[in-house]
């Protein structure tokens, strides 16, 4: 199937499936020297180009990204270049492509990448380099920002609201891969639970993929079977089939993570543990414009912007009655325990052990 993102075309006229062809065959040339394309270096206002690892259409981070840097192109005027990485291989070929190509910022996405960009980061020093949802580097680059994100304080008030919430007293997350970060939301979805009630149960299970909605919903539909009646969805293209699965029956209750998801599920989708990477993408890049970009690593948590839990304003219109009523009348103790986390009143810890 083709994405939009696939044709899209960049104020230079390439679209984005030849470059990366071309940064395929240039993979597959590998030794054999480097690439100039002289036209991206001559651009007005510089390159800046964004490299992801999931394919776009996920309704989730990626879609966010691409039009949190087309959004910002238009407001600073410089030329993007937006490449799907889809083969590890050809990493740190697309990277050494980009920056031979004059790119002034490289973002990419996610753990996979640091590796080449550590390599690469020191022999571009006119690069600022931005890897999203990362691991600080020690030692750190100058020239080279890692951002993590503390979702797993978002997952708490999931859990601290799931757990108000099901009448059947079973919660469920599913994630995409056991990576560090998303065992601490599990972690933390188990906490919050058990300070409600210690009866409150949790299924958890990974897909395997952050772009299997098939197995997204397969898992659900077990668990729903199994009587869960709330899950929190940690698996970007995943989700989609957690929330298919929520639809194909009542009372049934997910906790998301990107207002596009609202429109896939308006009568399950009652939550977010939003996590905002298309404002993160835009905040890091316009630093990265400025001088104000130091490199090293940011961590960012509640009350930032890009990280809340928020009740769905489409589910409180089209979600049924008595959930939306009893989801209004707990909200208060949420929104209290949101500001005990952000103030240091409440820590909740960051466990990656499951």
């Keep these: 199937m083709t994405r939009n993102s696939d044709i899209e075309r960049t104020k230079g006229g390439v679209s984005r499936r030849s470059f990366l062809q071309t940064s395929l065959g240039v993979a597959a040339l590998a030794g054999a020297g480097t690439v100039a394309w002289p036209q991206f270096a001559a651009a007005e206002g510089g390159l800046v180009a964004l490299v992801h690892t999931q394919a776009a259409g996920d309704n989730g981070p990626i879609d966010s990204m691409i039009a949190a840097l087309k959004k910002l192109s238009g407001e600073k005027g410089f030329q993007t270049r937006i490449v799907y990485a889809q ?5 740190e070929t697309i990277f050494k492509s980009l920056a031979d190509a ?3 910022i490289i973002a990419a996405t996610f753990n996979e990448v640091a590796e080449p960009i550590k390599a690469l980061a020191p022999q571009y020093p006119n690069t600022k380099w931005i890897q999203i949802f990362a691991d600080p580097v020690d030692p750190p680059i100058p020239n080279y920002e890692t951002v993590s994100y503390d979702y797993y304080l978002g997952c708490y008030l ?4 799931g757990a108000k919430m099901s009448k059947s ?9 056991s990576l560090p970060p998303l065992n601490a939301d599990v972690n933390s979805i188990k906490a919050a639970a058990a300070a409600v009630d210690a009866k409150v149960t949790l299924a958890a299970a990974f897909a395997g993929s952050f772009q299997d909605p098939a197995k997204g919903h397969e898992i659900a539909s077990q668990m729903f079977q199994d009587g869960v009646d709330y899950i929190q969805t940690d698996g970007a293209a995943t989700d989609t089939g957690v929330i298919q699965a929520a639809n194909e029956g009542e009372g049934r209750m997910v906790s998301g993570i990107s207002p596009a998801q609202y429109k896939i599920g308006p009568k399950t989708v009652a939550a977010l543990v939003a996590l905002d990477f298309g404002q993160s993408l835009y905040n890091e890049v316009s630093k990265a414009l ?14 930032t912007g890009v990280i809340d839990f928020v009740l769905s304003p489409v589910w409180q219109e089209q979600g049924p009655k ?13 929104e209290k325990a949101k500001a005990d986390i952000i ?8 466990n990656t052990t499951l």
Aim: aromatic share 10%; hydrophobic share 40%; glycine share 22%.
């Design 343 to 350: 103030s240091g009143a409440l820590k909740v810890p960051f």
């Design 158 to 161: 999931s859990g601290l609201f």
């Design 169 to 177: 007293g079973k919660l469920g997350y599913i994630g995409g891969v």
């Design 102 to 104: 004059g790119a002034s």
């Design 322 to 334: 008595d959930l939306v009523d009893k989801a209004k009348s707990i909200w208060p103790e949420i």
């Design 290 to 303: 400025g001088p104000d970009f130091k490199g090293g690593h940011l961590a960012t948590g509640l009350g």
């Design 87 to 91: 083969d590890a291989a050809t990493y």
